[in-house]
């Protein structure tokens, strides 16, 4: 059973470009969540999707940043005309059901989006 | 605002010795707190969690103490081994949510 797969593991864009982060959840998991990691800081939550639905995008810039998760294909984090400030890892995690007590999420590699 | 913090950036510990980590918490409705362990250029990997209605799990070598009160956990290792050098990150949940609000990591380190 493969891990939460996320593709590319490393993303270099100049500013202004666009950014697709990619996220294959676990087989049967159909939960996923979005966390971003900066220099020096702990993961922080950005979104929450189920399979066609947000269920909470509260932790994403406004602008920007989209997420979506289709019926087919994997979950993808969009970033328009990145700055440098978008550079950091973005995680994604999956769970079999929602990822409260006694449920854990599983996490990725990562993303390491590099922004020059 | 920091709603958990691990104080410690870093931690250096002999091999075979106990390696203990904390973490403080400020939200009273956390009910559930994780520990995740992550080597470089990895995801964070589930080590052990523990709920409010207990004050210790126990799991192999990890223990994680949880002590209400003062907001306060903290997870010990022992005996602390090389492979375990990592960063390791408190998590916090309140049951019924699914945002982990996540502390910024401790590098632990173990000497051979």
């Known amino acids: 059973n493969a891990g939460v797969m996320q593709n590319p593991r490393h993303l270099v864009r100049r500013r202004g470009q666009e950014a697709r982060l990619r996220c294959s959840p676990m087989k049967g998991h159909s939960h996923v969540y979005w966390y971003r990691q900066l220099p020096e800081e702990g993961l922080k939550f950005m979104v929450y999707?189920?399979?066609?639905?947000?269920?909470?995008e509260s932790g994403m810039p406004k602008e920007r940043f989209s997420a979506e998760f289709p019926k087919e294909g994997p979950s993808i984090l969009r970033i328009q005309q990145v700055v440098r400030g978008d550079s950091a890892a973005y995680f994604c995690?999956?769970?079999?059901?929602?990822?409260?007590?006694?449920?854990?999420?599983?996490f990725g590699q990562g993303t390491r989006l590099t922004v020059v | 605002d920091q709603q958990v913090k691990q104080n410690s950036p870093s931690l250096s510990v002999q091999e075979g010795r106990i390696s203990i980590l904390n973490c403080d918490y400020t939200?009273?409705?956390?009910?559930?707190f994780l520990w995740y362990k992550k080597y470089p250029a990895e995801g964070p990997t589930f080590l052990i969690s523990?709920?409010?209605?207990?004050d210790k799990n126990e799991d192999g070598r990890f223990t994680v103490f949880l002590n209400k009160s003062a907001k306060h956990l903290s997870l010990h290792i022992v005996p602390s081994q090389p492979g375990d050098s990592a960063v390791y990150f408190c998590?916090?949940?309140?049951?019924?949510?699914?945002?982990?609000?996540f502390g910024t990591g401790t590098r632990l380190k173990v000497l051979a």
């Open positions: 939200n009273s409705m956390f009910d559930y």
């Open positions: 995690a999956s769970s079999e059901t929602l990822g409260t007590a006694n449920t854990e999420a599983f």
């Open positions: 523990i709920s409010s209605i207990k």
């Open positions: 999707l189920q399979k066609e639905n947000i269920i909470d």
């Open positions: 998590a916090a949940l309140t049951s019924g949510t699914y945002k982990y609000i």
